[in-house]
């Protein structure tokens, strides 16, 4: 299977590669280093054993992934990449990937906007923030959330990767995330 959207990947062990003073080690700071993006729009969303929390920008990622003790995905993105770590259990090594289209055929590729669940009647006093900047939300049914969305961004974006298997039926074999937007279509050009 070839997966030409992968750019990098590799695997890091929290306690071994902690030489860049970050417990993820150089990959996090190597991507936001080079990506094409301006590092402080990157797009960061760490999923816990117990919560979820996002943020945009180097600082965002240094404070919501100081500790990766219950830290079980981080993806970080932008419109030209992503790099995703995960894990599937506390303890274990976090496997990692850089995703982009470049040099990807068009018909591996699926770019879909999908609406965001945000209640559009919630009127908060002012424009509530959490601590790392993201804007706090409500979805349709009540609950509530925080993502590093603009006011009137209310679309995220994706790109699926597929794979063909040997009769040319096509899957979709992996994914990322390159960012919200105010409509649907201002992606589709």
């Known amino acids: 299977m070839d997966m030409m959207w992968i750019k990098k990947s590799g695997i890091i062990n929290v306690q071994k590669d902690a030489g860049s003073g970050h417990p993820l080690g150089n990959v996090v700071?190597?991507?936001?280093?080079?990506?094409?993006?301006?590092?402080?729009?990157?797009?960061?969303?760490a999923f816990f054993t117990d919560h979820?929390?996002?943020?945009?920008?180097?600082?965002?990622f240094e404070q919501l992934c100081a500790s990766t003790d219950d830290l079980l995905e981080v993806r970080i993105f932008g419109e030209s990449a992503e790099l995703w770590l995960h894990?599937?259990?506390?303890?274990?090594?976090?496997?990692?990937?850089?995703?982009?289209?470049?040099?990807?055929?068009?018909?591996?590729?699926?770019?879909s906007c999908q609406i965001l669940d945000i209640d559009s009647t919630y009127r908060p006093e002012g424009d509530p923030v959490?601590?790392?900047?993201?804007?706090?939300?409500?979805?349709?049914?009540?609950?509530?959330?925080s993502l590093p969305v603009r006011a009137d961004e209310r679309y995220?974006?994706?790109?699926?990767?597929?794979?063909?298997?040997k009769n040319g039926?096509?899957?979709?074999?992996d994914y990322r995330i390159?960012?919200?937007?105010?409509?649907?279509?201002?992606?589709n050009s």
């Open 87 to 111: 894990r599937s259990s506390v303890g274990e090594p976090f496997s990692w990937r850089i995703a982009s289209e470049e040099n990807v055929p068009a018909d591996s590729i699926i770019e």
């Open 52 to 60: 979820f929390s996002s943020g945009r920008g180097w600082n965002a």
């Open 178 to 187: 390159c960012g919200f937007g105010k409509e649907a279509q201002a992606w």
């Open 130 to 145: 959490d601590e790392f900047g993201a804007r706090k939300l409500r979805t349709i049914v009540g609950g509530y959330y």
């Open 156 to 165: 995220v974006r994706i790109i699926s990767y597929l794979v063909y298997d």
């Open 169 to 173: 039926t096509a899957r979709a074999a």
């Open 29 to 45: 700071l190597d991507f936001f280093e080079n990506s094409q993006n301006d590092r402080e729009q990157l797009i960061v969303l």
